[in-house]
C-alpha cells in the first residue's frame, strides 16, 4: 500500500531554533497538507499546498512558518524561530484528485521545544 | 465555519459491537473520512465514505451515513482489545480537499 513518509520520527530543538520537518508524499497525489496535533487534543489544519503553491492556511500558520516543496518529491515544514507551544506532533498528509480521494497521513514527527 | 463534534470515550466489551458516532455540518462535504490512532502513532485510514451512499461495509467495519441529519457512524463488529484507540471523523471540504477533524472517540475494549 502507498504510504507518507515522514522525517524525524522525533525532533528536540531549543526554543527560539528552527526547525524543518520533512515529508514525502505519494508519488501521484496533487494535494498536500500539514496539520498538527498538540498532546491530548484536535487534530488542527496548519496548511494546503497545491500546484506548488499555498492554497489555505490556518491561523496558526504565522509567520514563523513556511512550507516548500524542494525537488518535486519531499514536502517540507519550516519554523523559524520554535516556541515552547510549538511542541506538537505534526502531521503530513497527501490526497489524490478524481473519485476515489484517499486522503493518508504520515506517522507523524513529535516536535518537543525545551 | 465548519465542525465536526463526536463523542469523546466509548467502553464495550471484548466481542460486542460499538458504535462510534459523529455529526458535521458542512453539507456540501462529498468525503466522510475515519481514521484511527493508536497511542503514540500517527493517523491510519479505516475507511471512508462517498456522500451518495448510505452504506458502507469493510470487513468488520460499517459506516453509515444520514446526509439529511449530517450524521456517520462506525460500527465496528466483534470488537477485539486490539481496537483499543481513539477514531477521529473527518469531512472533507469540496473546494480544497482540506479535511476537518472531529474531537476524537477514545474507544476502550475491556477483557
Known amino acids: 500500500e502507498p504510504e507518507v513518509t515522514q522525517t524525524p520520527s522525533h525532533q528536540v530543538t531549543q526554543m527560539g531554533q528552527e526547525v524543518i520537518l520533512r515529508c514525502v508524499p505519494i508519488s501521484n497525489h496533487l494535494y498536500f497538507y500539514w496539520y498538527r496535533q498538540i498532546l491530548g487534543q484536535k487534530v488542527e489544519f496548519l496548511v494546503s499546498f497545491y500546484n506548488n503553491e499555498i492554497s489555505e492556511k490556518s491561523e496558526i500558520f504565522d509567520d514563523q512558518f513556511s512550507v516548500e516543496r524542494p525537488d518535486g518529491s519531499n514536502f517540507t515544514l519550516k519554523i523559524r524561530s520554535t516556541k515552547l507551544e510549538d511542541s506538537a506532533m505534526y502531521f503530513c498528509?497527501?490526497?489524490?484528485?478524481?473519485?476515489?480521494?484517499?486522503?493518508?497521513f504520515g506517522q507523524g514527527t513529535r516536535l518537543t521545544v525545551v | 465555519g465548519e465542525d465536526v463534534e463526536q463523542s469523546l470515550f466509548l467502553s464495550v466489551r471484548e466481542g460486542d459491537s460499538s458504535v462510534i458516532n459523529c455529526t458535521y455540518t458542512d453539507s456540501s462535504s462529498t468525503y466522510l473520512y475515519w481514521y484511527k490512532q493508536e497511542p503514540g502513532a500517527g493517523l491510519q485510514l479505516l475507511t471512508y465514505?462517498?456522500?451518495?451512499?448510505d452504506m458502507k461495509q469493510d470487513q468488520r467495519l460499517t459506516v453509515l451515513l444520514n446526509k439529511k441529519d449530517k450524521h456517520l457512524s462506525l460500527r465496528i463488529a466483534d470488537t477485539q482489545t486490539g481496537d483499543s484507540a481513539i477514531y477521529f471523523c473527518?469531512?472533507?471540504?469540496?473546494?480544497?480537499?482540506?479535511?476537518?477533524f472531529g474531537s476524537g472517540t477514545r474507544l476502550l475494549v475491556r477483557p
Open positions: 498528509a497527501s490526497i489524490s484528485e478524481g473519485l476515489n480521494t484517499e486522503a493518508f
Open positions: 473527518a469531512e472533507r471540504e469540496d473546494s480544497s480537499y482540506k479535511l476537518i
Open positions: 465514505i462517498f456522500s451518495n451512499m
